[in-house]
Nanobody
Framework: QVQLVESGGGLVQAGGSLRLSCAASGSRFNINIMGWYRQAPGKQRELVALITRGGSTNYADSVKGRFTISRDNAKNRIDLQMNSLKPEDTAVYYC????????WGQGTQVTVSS
């Protein structure tokens, strides 16, 4: 019943910035942890960042200091501001809502060129 729609992916040069958004619908959005995962070709899907209902955040070491996750409950949206992008950040980025069951967005491609 919950839908997650991601946007904001694209092609950017190394050192550039990109902002991803995930728009959510459904009452569970306000009571669950949400976050961003990414998966590069040939690699396992990894957690990039998460944010709790209270606004506390956690980041993967590889993105700490460069990425910022935020939550706007009034707009039913989470964002991921990505700065100082590296080619290693190239992946499909997925929005996730923890629940029973978990919900996933369709994914948005981020490509960082050298």
């Amino acid at each position: 019943q919950v839908q997650l729609v991601e946007s904001g992916g694209g092609l950017v040069q190394a050192g550039g910035s990109l902002r991803l958004s995930c728009a959510a619908s459904g009452s569970r959005f306000n009571i669950n942890i949400m976050g961003w995962y990414r998966q590069a070709p040939g690699k396992q899907r990894e957690l990039v960042a998460l944010i709790t209902r209270g606004g506390s955040t956690n980041y993967a070491d590889s993105v700490k200091g460069r990425f910022t996750i935020s939550r706007d409950n009034a707009k039913n949206r989470i964002d991921l501001q990505m700065n100082s992008l590296k080619p290693e950040d190239t992946a499909v980025y997925y929005c996730k809502l923890w629940g029973t069951p978990d919900y996933w967005g369709q994914g948005t491609q981020v490509t960082v060129s050298s």
